[in-house]
């Protein structure tokens, strides 16, 4: 069956660091990928997506690229603020438009000022 | 944007009792919703898909007969933990499902709700 396997955390990094996330899936047939990012006390909320091979998805600098190839979509931001400081999921969904989500174990990310 | 709603927010229960949790799309109509349990540090584990006017689907190992699931109309959706024990104290999370023409849609997610039973 369908699968999403994230790196596990916690990672910390300093204000202004290079963030990778990395992300693999298992999947058949031809699934849209996520990223949601959960903030401390809140709900999840959809940070970007990608539908297709090759597609870059892209939100509050935050880029993810879907690489059919290597079944990857890993997380990556070129400069991260304390802001930034959250849970975040790598998911998957059947690519028949059915909605149904499969979610990565999350990473949590700590960003210190 | 689209909201979804669940209510309650937090609930503590004693064990053998009953709980409802309600999700509700705020601006939009879903046909079909999902349920998600976090255990505390962990993932979403989708329990169940949730379509109005049908039986929900269930995933496998997840009990029917302990979370009663009813979609009864196109913007609510309840999930019923009956007789619930302190094993069931967890995250419950629901998301909507809101689609547009052509079929290309997005799911909206609640802002969850917490059970503990004591």
């Known amino acids: 069956g369908n699968s999403v396997t994230q790196m596990e955390g916690p990672v910390t990094l300093s204000e202004e660091a290079f963030l990778t996330i990395n992300c693999t899936y298992t999947?058949?047939?031809?699934?849209?990928l996520f990223w949601y990012v959960q903030y401390p006390g809140e709900g999840l909320q959809l940070l970007l997506k990608?539908?297709?091979?090759?597609d870059k998805g892209s939100n509050k600098g935050f880029e993810a690229t879907y690489r059919k190839e290597t079944t990857s979509f890993h997380l990556e931001k070129g400069s991260v603020q304390v802001s930034d400081s959250a849970v975040y999921f790598c998911a998957l969904s059947d690519g028949g438009g059915g909605f149904k989500t499969i979610f990565g174990a999350g990473t949590r990310l700590f960003v210190k000022a | 944007g689209a909201v979804v709603s669940q209510h309650p927010s937090w609930v503590i229960c004693k064990s053998g009792t009953s709980v409802k949790i309600e999700c509700r799309s705020l601006d939009f109509q879903a046909t079909t919703m999902f349920w998600y349990r976090q255990f505390p540090k962990q993932s979403l584990m989708l329990m169940a898909t949730s379509n109005e006017g049908s039986k929900a689907t269930y995933e496998q190992g997840v009990e029917k007969d302990k979370f009663l699931i009813n979609h009864a109309s196109l913007t609510l959706s309840t999930l019923t933990v009956t007789s619930a024990h302190p094993e069931d104290s967890s995250f419950y999370i629901c998301?909507?499902?809101?689609?547009?023409?052509?079929?290309?849609?997005?799911?909206?997610f609640g802002e969850g709700s917490r059970l503990t039973v004591l």
């Open positions: 999947a058949t047939g031809y699934p849209s």
């Open positions: 998301s909507a499902a809101r689609t547009s023409a052509g079929g290309i849609g997005e799911l909206f």
């Open positions: 990608a539908t297709k091979a090759d």
